[in-house]
């Protein structure tokens, strides 16, 4: 019986998540974890939701004044969102 070149477990487990459709809901559970850290302590304690559906990041914020904030600056929030989990994972940010 032949031998096989041994793989790391980083390898192994990526094939695994891809096998069975997993790498995606992670990353999306990640980035989600990432939105504080993106997005700063105080918008972060006044999301009352978040979620994604179909690659858009849904966000419902508790105050007027900051829905405008992150409007303005949502194509630069997605994209440090994106770049914090190394993967495009979200295309969009809509505030609901």
């Known amino acids: ?9 980083n390898d192994v487990l990526g ?11 992670l ?5 989600i974890l990432q939105w504080e850290s993106i997005v700063g302590s105080d918008v972060a304690r006044k999301t009352t939701s978040i979620y994604i559906n179909g ?4 966000v419902r914020l ?3 004044a900051l829905r405008t904030s992150i409007l303005m600056q949502r194509q630069d929030i997605v994209r440090r969102l994106n770049a914090s989990v190394g ?3 979200v295309s969009d940010l809509r505030l609901i």
């Open 27 to 31: 990353a999306e559970h990640r980035l």
């Open 1 to 9: 019986m032949k031998r096989q070149k041994p793989e790391s477990l």
């Open 55 to 58: 690659g858009v990041l849904h």
């Open 87 to 89: 993967d495009i994972v």
């Open 62 to 64: 508790s105050s007027p």
């Open 15 to 25: 094939r695994f998540l891809q096998t069975y459709s997993l790498d995606s809901p």
